[in-house]
């Protein structure tokens, strides 16, 4: 979701900045705030007990995270962690839910997105029951085309490394690296300059 900036700053929201690798909020913290990305990106991830990291999702400028439990009074599930040197604007939860009553058009609009996030999870759950690798890389590329106009094939480049493929999917980094190009050979993808296209 994306809100006007300015409507934000005039609710008392706050810029803050993060260092790569830096913790925006970890799983166990009360849910207090909206983030609204400016710049940067930020993935929201947790570890299994054998340290093994799961990422969520991965997200960029113009994007909020954080946003379902502005209306539950839960613990955050996950941690967020900024990848690139990111800039946030932070609102909190009490001042968010002013604005929505405020602006019942960005409520409609939240409801939108956390309809789209429900449909993410829920193409994740699908693919994540699959024991086929190519099934579980297919799943994840085709939902992140989903948001691109051109559906041609090989017009979509992933913005992802084969790390976070890997977190993203539940599979070792060498699965994946192994799929990709047994994908390739049966022209499901391209890999140019190690950019992969879908």
Do not use: W
């Not at 609204?36 to 997200?59: A, P, T």
């Not at 409801?111 to 759950?125: F, G, R, W």
């Amino acid at each position: 979701m994306n809100i006007d900036e300015e409507l934000l700053y005039s609710f008392g929201g706050e810029t803050k900045t993060y260092t790569p690798g830096e913790l925006i909020f970890r799983e166990g913290d009360h849910a207090l705030y909206y983030f609204q990305i400016i710049k940067g990106r930020v993935k929201l991830n947790n570890y299994s007990d054998e340290g093994k990291e799961f990422i969520h999702n991965i997200l960029g400028e113009k994007q909020s995270f954080g946003d379902p439990l502005i209306f539950l009074d839960k613990y955050y599930p996950i941690n967020s962690v900024s990848i690139t040197a990111s800039t946030i604007i932070r609102l909190p939860k009490n001042v968010f839910l002013e604005i929505l009553k405020e602006y019942p058009d960005i409520s409609l609009k939240m409801n939108s997105c956390l309809s789209q996030q429900l449909y993410y999870k829920t193409i994740m759950v699908q693919n994540m029951a699959s024991q086929n690798p190519i099934q579980r890389l297919k799943g994840l590329m085709e939902y992140l085309k989903s948001y691109q106009e051109d559906s041609c094939q090989y017009s979509f480049q992933v913005q992802l490394t084969r790390q976070q493929i890997a977190n993203l999917t539940g599979l070792r980094v060498e699965t994946v690296i192994r799929v990709l190009k047994k994908m390739e050979k049966e022209n499901m993808l391209r890999i140019e300059n190690r950019k992969i296209l879908f």
